[in-house]
């Protein structure tokens, strides 16, 4: 659960995501907290990494149907 995130978590999910797209991963994120979403799409972070809604990941990853 993350409630706060700073310039250097930021740093840090960069990196990891260049890191999993070198290796033709895709890094998601879901079920960011309404501040968290509000700092990355002010640093228009939102364009580079994929965010989803938990039940949308849910549906799309995890159910069996």
Same mark, same amino acid.
């Not at 907290?33 to 965010?51: E, G, H, S, T, Y």
């Given at each position: =659960?993350?409630n706060f *995130?700073d310039?250097?978590? +930021?740093?840090?999910l *960069? /990196?990891?995501? #260049? #890191?999993? /797209? ?6 998601i994120l879901f079920? &960011?907290? %309404? +501040?968290i979403l509000?700092? $990355?799409k002010?640093?228009r972070? !939102?364009?580079f $990494? /994929? *965010? +989803?809604e %938990?039940? !949308? $990941?849910?549906k799309?990853? &995890?159910d =069996? !149907?």
């Amino acid at each position: =659960e993350v409630n706060f *995130i700073d310039s250097s978590g +930021m740093g840090s999910l *960069i /990196k990891a995501l #260049n #890191n999993v /797209k070198n290796f033709g991963g895709e890094m998601i994120l879901f079920g &960011l907290k %309404p +501040m968290i979403l509000n700092v $990355f799409k002010l640093a228009r972070l !939102d364009n580079f $990494f /994929k *965010i +989803m809604e %938990p039940a !949308d $990941f849910q549906k799309q990853f &995890l159910d =069996e !149907d």
